[in-house]
């Protein structure tokens, strides 16, 4: 059972950084995108940044420059740092990953599969 674990997160000042942590574990056999969304109340989730199919990196245009996001999707971990942090982006944020499990024993699989998976996402409060 593929899982996509977070730790991190919690509440900041205004221009502190703060970290983030994710992990992939389960039976993959490729993951095509690693990334971060984000929520904040009343609004739609959001791209935060990602690596995609290609291994580029792709960020927010509201955090560019201010976060940076490391690691990759062969360790299946990656590490958010949110720097210069500002009250907007005061948000849940959420692990997200496309990828190609692996079947159970006994499943069937196929290659071509690109399934979603969402982390249980870890609130960040930035106060001014």
């Known amino acids: 059972q593929v899982q996509l674990v977070e730790s991190g997160g919690g509440s900041a000042q205004a221009g502190e950084q703060q970290t983030l942590f994710c992990s992939v574990s389960?039976?993959?056999?490729?993951?095509?995108?690693l990334g971060w969304y984000r929520q904040a109340p009343g609004k739609q989730r959001e791209l935060v940044a990602e690596?995609?199919?290609?291994?580029?990196?792709n960020y927010a245009d509201s955090v560019q420059g201010r976060f940076t996001l490391t690691g990759d999707k062969a360790q299946r971990r990656i590490i958010l740092i949110m720097d210069s942090l500002k009250p907007e982006d005061t948000a849940v944020y959420y692990c997200?990953?496309?990828?190609?499990?692996?079947?159970?024993?006994?499943?069937?699989?196929?290659?071509?599969?690109?399934?979603?998976?969402w982390g249980q996402g870890t609130q960040v409060t930035v106060s001014s």
């Open positions: 997200h990953s496309v990828l190609n499990p692996l079947p159970p024993p006994g499943g069937t699989w196929n290659h071509r599969d690109q399934v979603e998976y």
């Open positions: 389960g039976s993959i056999f490729e993951i095509f995108t």
């Open positions: 690596i995609d199919t290609d291994g580029k990196t």
